[in-house]
Nanobody
Framework: QVQLVESGGGLVQAGGSLRLSCTASGRTFSSYAVGWFRQAPGKEREFVAGVNWSGGTTYYADSVKGRFTISRDNAKNTVYLQMNSLKPEDTAVYSC????????????????WGQGTQVSVSS
């Protein structure tokens, strides 16, 4: 079993930065791929970024490439999402998820989810 808790959300002006953290409980966290997803009001959940179990492979949605960076520290059971050059359209609830399939952008491939953290970007 893996339990995930996100933190680091908040309100920031356009062009600013935030770093989200996803901290997990459970000894097997290092064997899971982790993805970040976001959902804005009235919109479907969308994939943002993902990382494989070791941190050696990362993948991103086109909308965030070059602005967001995902990384992980397995010794701390934590995955990070560094978000730079934020835009108002990045406003959403951001959730992390863990799963056994690496490289996937499909929510149903992730079996464990956090509660989410709100990110709001003002223009």
């Amino acid at each position: 079993q893996v339990q995930l808790v996100e933190s680091g959300g908040g309100l920031v002006q356009a062009g600013g930065s935030l770093r989200l953290s996803c901290t997990a409980s459970g000894r097997t966290f290092s064997s899971y791929a982790v993805g970040w997803f976001r959902q804005a009001p009235g919109k479907e959940r969308e994939f943002v970024a993902g990382v494989n179990w070791s941190g050696g492979t990362t993948y991103y949605a086109d909308s965030v490439k070059g602005r967001f960076t995902i990384s992980r520290d397995n010794a701390k059971n934590t995955v990070y999402l560094q978000m730079n050059s934020l835009k108002p359209e990045d406003t959403a609830v951001y959730s992390c998820a863990a799963g056994r399939v690496s490289g996937t952008k499909k929510p149903y491939d992730y079996g464990y989810w956090g509660q989410g953290t709100q990110v709001s970007v003002s223009s």
